[in-house]
């Protein structure tokens, strides 16, 4: 019996020895109390001191200088409906391209979506939002545009001379 008292003291003798050894490896422990409140909170040590952003560039348009394009009103320069702007394309570099017009049609109906440079488009006045942006095409040819559909080869109509090729860089 005394043999085995001696060697329950022994092992208890050496699993407290690991335990401060352990300790004394992953650092003090915490109280895991909770702490007093105090009026100020106590800040919280970085790890890295980490550089503040430098602050954002700010530009302010005059109210007669810009106006979204969205839903505006597209005229010929003879004043033909040409239809509304209801989609602007850009590409990859976040260039704008292209506008998408809604044309032709009665109240939505038998209308279809074409596509034209945006170089074909001039926003002479866009001050109010009644005044409509002028395009550089006659009805004719934007009646004979193929339709714009989503996830298809985009064909853009545009005025002579003013359109550029989009080249794909798969």
Known sequence: MRRAIQILLVGAFLLSLAAVATRAENGPQQNPSPAPATKEATP????????????????????????????REVRSP???????????????????????????????????????????????????????ITLELTKAQVAAAPEYKEDTPIVVLGAAGNLQPFEDEH
Do not use: C, Q, Y
Request: charged share 25%.
């Open 78 to 132: 003879t004043n033909e409906d040409m239809g509304r702007i209801v989609d602007v394309i850009v590409d990859r570099t976040g260039t704008v391209r292209a506008a998408v017009i809604d044309f032709g049609g009665f109240l939505g109906v038998g209308s279809r979506k074409i596509v034209v440079d945006w170089n074909a488009l001039h926003f002479g006045r866009v001050a109010d939002k009644g005044d409509s």
């Open 44 to 71: 919280i040590p970085a790890a890295k001191e980490a550089t503040p952003a430098p602050p954002a560039s700010v530009t302010i348009i005059a109210p007669r200088e810009a106006h979204g394009v969205l839903g």
